[in-house]
Nanobody, 125 residues
């Protein structure tokens, strides 16, 4: 199993980015997928989670209304659309496969395995 994140970059406050998480050598149709982020000097925190079918999602309070998670199982890919970005969104963003099909609340690292290498998101003017 290999997860590869992409789509990060430098964006001005108020801007948008769409992150992608693609799995290879693995079909993740039966598992929830989560997005996490880790800023320098801080612990990794859960951002969002999507259930195996895409029918259930949840978000950290800090990103509700700004971020949208979605998935395309035919492409083995999960997306994170990030709008109205703020400087405090700056972090390395990771995706991971859950041990189960449904998301648990809150989205926490202990429920996930098989992490990607991360993609840097920097929000700055």
């Amino acid at each position: 199993l290999q997860l590869v994140e992409s789509g990060g970059g430098l964006v001005q406050p108020g801007g948008s980015l769409r992150l992608s998480c693609t799995a290879s050598e693995f079909t993740f149709d039966y598992y929830a997928i989560g997005w996490f982020r880790q800023a320098p000097g801080k612990e990794r925190e859960g951002v969002s989670c999507i259930s195996y079918s895409g029918g259930s999602t949840n978000y950290a309070d800090s990103v509700k209304g700004r971020f949208t998670i979605s998935r395309d199982n035919a492409k083995n890919t999960v997306y994170l659309q990030m709008n109205s970005l703020k400087p405090e969104d700056t972090a390395i963003y990771y995706c991971a496969v859950a041990f189960q099909a449904m998301c648990r609340i809150p989205t926490q690292t202990a429920d996930f395995d098989s992490w990607g290498q991360g993609t840097q998101v920097t929000v700055s003017s």
